[in-house]
């Protein structure tokens, strides 16, 4: 099991920048990859980046890429997710997950991640 908790949210101007933390806590010498996840009011949960454990790879979704860096801390076994020039679209709720696996992959999924946060609010107002 991996436990995951997510800090760092909150309400920002279009054009601010914020910076949230997931610190996984468990089994997370069978870590694959982290990665964030975003769900707007009436839309699907997206993937929006996410960081390789082992290689330290990281993808991004098209439109938070050049905006958005995904960052690890390994002694606090802690991800970040450094957002910068929001705009109101990138409003949603805010999800860490994580994908363990016992093969060493170099890639970063976008699917397969069976635990996840509890979520935090991210509003940026127009």
């Known amino acids: 099991q991996v436990q995951l908790v997510e800090s760092g949210g909150g309400l920002v101007q279009a054009g601010a920048s914020l910076r949230l933390s997931c610190a996984a806590s468990?089994?997370?010498?069978?870590?694959?990859?982290l990665g964030w996840f975003r769900q707007a009011p009436g839309k699907e949960r997206e993937f929006a980046a996410g960081?390789?454990?082992?290689?330290?790879?990281?993808s991004y979704a098209d439109s938070v890429k050049g905006r958005f860096t995904i960052s690890r801390d390994s002694a606090k076994n802690t991800v970040y997710l450094q957002m910068n020039s929001l705009h109101a679209e990138d409003t949603a709720v805010y999800y860490c997950?994580?994908?363990?696996?016992?093969?060493?992959?170099?890639?970063?999924?976008?699917?397969?991640?069976?635990?996840w946060g509890q979520g935090t609010q991210v509003t940026v107002s127009s």
């Open positions: 960081f390789n454990w082992n290689s330290g790879s990281t």
């Open positions: 997950a994580a994908r363990s696996s016992t093969v060493y992959y170099t890639d970063v999924p976008r699917t397969g991640y069976g635990y």
């Open positions: 468990g089994r997370t010498r069978s870590l694959y990859a």
